[in-house]
């Protein structure tokens, strides 16, 4: 088989310079030409662009964008794709290889993708270990996906009471389906059920909230935040900065924790 050339698809983890992961910076450093959403773009040191060809393009040039890394490294370009989080959850890793497959190049063009630290996961570490059980991830943009289909699945992960997260929760021109989400699991979770709001996660001008379902206002979350719905046993904890989240795993009912614990691994 031969090889004519090499994409490689990067997660730039969640903004913040130091939570980008080796593996990922060390693509970006032996990449000839970068290419992404101009925000993700932007989240990137100018030391890693330095020298380097850059194309950048809006929100809705995905295939545009993608269609131009394969012809740079069809070209003999090392090229790398970035996102935002992993690159692997909804971005761009499924549309590049679903290129490639689409113009017979699937045999002939390398595809690397690098993993990243996704947003649940910057977003639950913000709020303190919402995650510890089983968790659903949902997206609420109907851009791609019908929402009748989404909204059955928001309804299935709250009647099996898992831990909920929801990306693209609410937008300037959708904001109607974060409210009947809401519905949705309301009709399965007391309004006391713990929700956790965060905002730009490790990026200039985060938010950290956590709340209630009840006392969510819907207002405050744009598409720039995870939303974290807790299920049955996830309560708040206070804490000197603030309450944290907390889903049990089943520790306590196991080994009794109020009476101490065996150290990690005994």
């Known amino acids: 088989m031969s090889v004519n050339g090499r994409i490689t698809v990067v997660g730039l983890g969640p903004g913040d310079a130091a939570l980008l992961p080796p593996l990922a910076r060390a693509a970006l450093l ?32 995905e295939v545009e964008r993608c269609g131009a ?18 690159a692997g959850v909804y971005a761009m890793a499924g549309l590049v290889l679903e290129l490639v497959e689409a113009r017979g190049l699937a045999r002939e063009l390398d595809v690397e993708v690098v993993p990243g630290i ?18 659903a991830v949902v997206s609420l943009s109907d851009l791609l996906t019908p929402w009748e289909l989404i909204e059955r699945r928001v ?19 959708r904001k109607d389906q974060l409210p009947k ?15 956790g709001l965060v905002k730009r996660a490790y990026r200039p001008g985060q938010e950290v909230l956590a ?14 935040s995870i939303l974290i719905i807790g299920n049955s046993s996830t309560r708040l904890v206070a804490g000197p900065s ?3 989240m907390l889903t049990p795993r089943g520790y306590a009912g196991k080994y009794g924790l109020s009476d101490g614990c065996s150290p990690e691994g005994s």
């Open 118 to 135: 996704p947003a649940l996961c910057a977003a639950a570490a913000l709020l303190g270990a919402p995650l510890m059980h089983d968790f």
């Open 155 to 173: 309804a299935a992960a709250a009647g099996a009471d898992f831990v909920i997260v929801l990306y693209n929760p609410r937008s300037g021109r």
């Open 69 to 86: 890394a394969i012809d740079l490294a069809r070209s003999g370009a090392e090229t790398v794709v970035v996102s935002s989080g992993d």
């Open 181 to 195: 989400a809401l519905a949705a699991i309301a009709a399965h979770r007391a309004g006391t059920t713990p929700v």
């Open 242 to 244: 603030g309450s944290r």
């Open 30 to 61: 032996r990449a000839q030409a970068i290419v992404g959403y101009k925000g993700y773009i932007e989240l990137l040191e100018p030391s890693v662009l330095a020298g380097r060809r850059v194309l950048s393009t809006g929100m809705t040039g």
């Open 211 to 224: 709340t209630s379902l009840d006392g969510l206002d819907v207002e405050a979350v744009d598409m720039q």
